[in-house]
C-alpha cells in the first residue's frame, strides 16, 4: 500500500456527519458514533491500514488525515447531542407542565373573583413610592439577625434596660441568646452603613422595609408578626430641621394635605435627640375623638438624630458625618389610613374584609 486514499476518506466523513445530522435521539446518536468509531468500522478499518504503508512520511500524513476525519465527526456528534439533549428537555418539561388556568364554571353559584395583593403589601407598596418619589432609595435586609445587629450596634449592649422593651423570638442557633427573628427593622441600617463605607459610598438616603417579630399577643393595636418601614438619611450637615420636614412632607404626601406632623420628646437607644412623631387623627381630622383620645393627634413611630455610637460601630466618623433615623408601623398606617378599629382583622383571612380594599 502506497498511500491513503483521501476521496474515500472525505467521502466517510460526508456519510458519517450526514448520518449523525439525520438522528432525532440521543440512543441513535450513541450508535452511529459507536459504529462510525468501532476498531471495524469506516474510520477502525482505515487506521489498522496505516501499517500497510510503506514509507513513513506518507504513513504519518494518513494518520494525521484520520485523525482530522475522526474530528469533524466527533465535532459533528457533539453539536447534534447538545441539540437533541435541548429537545429532550424541551419534551420532558412539557409533559410535567400542570395546566393551573383557572376556569369559571358557569353554573357556579358562588361567584369566581380574581384575587389581589393584601392590604398590607398595598399599603407598603405606596409608602415605598412615597420615599421614591422623594429622593429615597428603597432596600431590603434578612428577617433573623444576630444579636450584634439587631441589639449591640443599634446602641443596646447585653443588659442595657432598654432591651426590655422588645419581646425578642431567639433562635436556638449557636450561643443562646445570639440568633434572633428581628425585632425591627433598624438592623437594616447597620448592614447599610457597613456596605456604604465599605464601598465609599455614603451618603446614603434609603428607606428600608420588612417583617419584624415580637412575642406580643395580638390585640386591636398589636401583632406577633408585624411590618415596619424606616427612613435613614446620612450626610454631611443634617440637622433635625431636615428631620421634621421629611416627616412632614411624607405626612401630608401619604395621608392627604390635611394631615400634618408633629414631633415630641421621647427616648431610642439608637438616637439622640430622639423624638415620637404624631400625625393628625384620620378619624376626626384633627377634631378630637375617642380613638385619639380628644387630643386630635395618633401616634405613629418614633425618630431622631442618629446616635454618635451607632456611626462608631460601623465606622463612620460621626464629626464629619450626621444624618437622622425614623421608622414606623406599615400595619398601624394602614389601620391609620383605612380607619380599622382592630388589627387582627388584618391576619384572619376573612374575605369579607379582604375584598374591600
Same mark, same amino acid.
Given at each position: 500500500?502506497? *498511500? %491513503?486514499?483521501?476521496?474515500?476518506?472525505?467521502?466517510?466523513?460526508?456519510?458519517?456527519?450526514?448520518?449523525?445530522?439525520?438522528?432525532?435521539?440521543?440512543?441513535?446518536?450513541?450508535?452511529?458514533?459507536?459504529?462510525?468509531?468501532?476498531?471495524?468500522?469506516?474510520?477502525?478499518?482505515?487506521?489498522?491500514? %496505516?501499517?500497510?504503508?510503506?514509507?513513513?512520511?506518507?504513513?504519518?500524513?494518513?494518520?494525521?488525515?484520520?485523525?482530522?476525519?475522526?474530528?469533524?465527526?466527533? &465535532?459533528?456528534?457533539?453539536?447534534?447531542?447538545?441539540?437533541?439533549?435541548?429537545?429532550?428537555?424541551?419534551?420532558?418539561? =412539557?409533559?410535567?407542565?400542570?395546566?393551573?388556568?383557572?376556569?369559571?364554571?358557569?353554573?357556579?353559584?358562588?361567584?369566581?373573583?380574581?384575587?389581589?395583593?393584601?392590604?398590607?403589601?398595598?399599603?407598603?407598596?405606596?409608602?415605598?413610592?412615597?420615599?421614591?418619589?422623594?429622593?429615597?432609595?428603597?432596600?431590603?435586609?434578612?428577617?433573623? =439577625?444576630?444579636?450584634?445587629?439587631?441589639?449591640?450596634?443599634?446602641? %443596646?449592649?447585653?443588659?442595657?434596660? &432598654?432591651?426590655?422593651?422588645?419581646?425578642?423570638?431567639?433562635?436556638?442557633? @449557636?450561643?443562646?441568646?445570639?440568633? %434572633?427573628?428581628?425585632?425591627?427593622?433598624?438592623?437594616?441600617?447597620?448592614?447599610?452603613?457597613?456596605?456604604?463605607?465599605?464601598?465609599?459610598?455614603?451618603?446614603?438616603?434609603?428607606?428600608?422595609?420588612?417583617?419584624?417579630?415580637?412575642?406580643?399577643?395580638?390585640?386591636?393595636?398589636?401583632?406577633?408578626?408585624?411590618?415596619?418601614?424606616?427612613?435613614?438619611?446620612?450626610?454631611?450637615?443634617?440637622?433635625?430641621?431636615?428631620? &421634621?420636614?421629611?416627616? =412632614?412632607?411624607?405626612?401630608?404626601?401619604?395621608? *392627604?394635605?390635611?394631615?400634618?406632623?408633629?414631633?415630641?420628646?421621647?427616648?431610642?437607644?439608637?438616637? =439622640?435627640?430622639? &423624638?415620637?412623631?404624631?400625625?393628625?387623627?384620620?378619624?376626626?381630622?384633627?377634631?378630637?375623638?375617642?380613638?385619639?383620645?380628644?387630643?386630635?393627634?395618633?401616634?405613629?413611630?418614633?425618630?431622631?438624630?442618629?446616635?454618635?455610637?451607632?456611626?462608631?460601630?460601623? @465606622?463612620?466618623?460621626?464629626?464629619?458625618?450626621?444624618?437622622?433615623?425614623?421608622?414606623?408601623?406599615?400595619?398601624?398606617?394602614?389601620?391609620?389610613?383605612?380607619?380599622?378599629?382592630?388589627?387582627?382583622?388584618?391576619?384572619?383571612?376573612?374575605?369579607?374584609?379582604?375584598?374591600?380594599?
Amino acid at each position: 500500500m502506497t *498511500g %491513503l486514499d483521501h476521496e474515500a476518506l472525505s467521502a466517510i466523513v460526508t456519510e458519517l456527519t450526514a448520518a449523525i445530522s439525520t438522528v432525532d435521539d440521543l440512543a441513535g446518536l450513541d450508535e452511529v458514533v459507536a459504529r462510525a468509531t468501532a476498531k471495524d468500522g469506516p474510520l477502525g478499518s482505515l487506521k489498522r491500514s %496505516l501499517g500497510g504503508i510503506a514509507d513513513l512520511e506518507s504513513r504519518k500524513s494518513a494518520g494525521r488525515a484520520i485523525n482530522d476525519a475522526l474530528a469533524q465527526v466527533t &465535532a459533528a456528534a457533539d453539536a447534534r447531542r447538545v441539540t437533541l439533549a435541548a429537545a429532550a428537555r424541551t419534551e420532558q418539561l =412539557e409533559a410535567d407542565r400542570l395546566d393551573l388556568t383557572e376556569v369559571v364554571i358557569e353554573d357556579v353559584r358562588v361567584p369566581v373573583v380574581r384575587g389581589h395583593e393584601h392590604l398590607v403589601s398595598q399599603t407598603r407598596a405606596s409608602l415605598e413610592e412615597v420615599f421614591v418619589a422623594m429622593g429615597f432609595t428603597v432596600t431590603e435586609g434578612p428577617e433573623v =439577625e444576630t444579636d450584634w445587629y439587631n441589639f449591640e450596634a443599634l446602641n %443596646l449592649p447585653p443588659g442595657h434596660p &432598654a432591651r426590655d422593651m422588645y419581646d425578642t423570638m431567639y433562635l436556638e442557633i @449557636g450561643e443562646p441568646e445570639t440568633v %434572633l427573628m428581628r425585632t425591627h427593622t433598624s438592623p437594616m441600617q447597620i448592614h447599610l452603613l457597613e456596605a456604604a463605607v465599605e464601598a465609599d459610598a455614603l451618603p446614603v438616603h434609603a428607606a428600608m422595609a420588612g417583617r419584624c417579630y415580637r412575642l406580643d399577643t395580638p390585640d386591636a393595636r398589636h401583632l406577633p408578626v408585624f411590618h415596619q418601614i424606616e427612613g435613614l438619611v446620612i450626610d454631611r450637615g443634617i440637622t433635625f430641621a431636615d428631620l &421634621a420636614g421629611v416627616i =412632614e412632607t411624607f405626612t401630608s404626601a401619604y395621608f *392627604g394635605p390635611d394631615i400634618h406632623s408633629r414631633l415630641r420628646p421621647a427616648y431610642f437607644p439608637f438616637t =439622640e435627640p430622639s &423624638a415620637e412623631f404624631e400625625i393628625t387623627c384620620t378619624i376626626c381630622r384633627g377634631d378630637g375623638c375617642r380613638t385619639c383620645s380628644r387630643t386630635g393627634w395618633i401616634e405613629l413611630g418614633g425618630c431622631g438624630m442618629v446616635d454618635p455610637a451607632v456611626f462608631e460601630a460601623v @465606622g463612620i466618623d460621626p464629626t464629619e458625618w450626621s444624618g437622622f433615623a425614623f421608622g414606623f408601623g406599615i400595619d398601624r398606617c394602614a389601620q391609620m389610613r383605612h380607619q380599622i378599629p382592630d388589627m387582627r382583622l388584618l391576619i384572619e383571612n376573612d374575605l369579607r374584609f379582604n375584598r374591600q380594599f
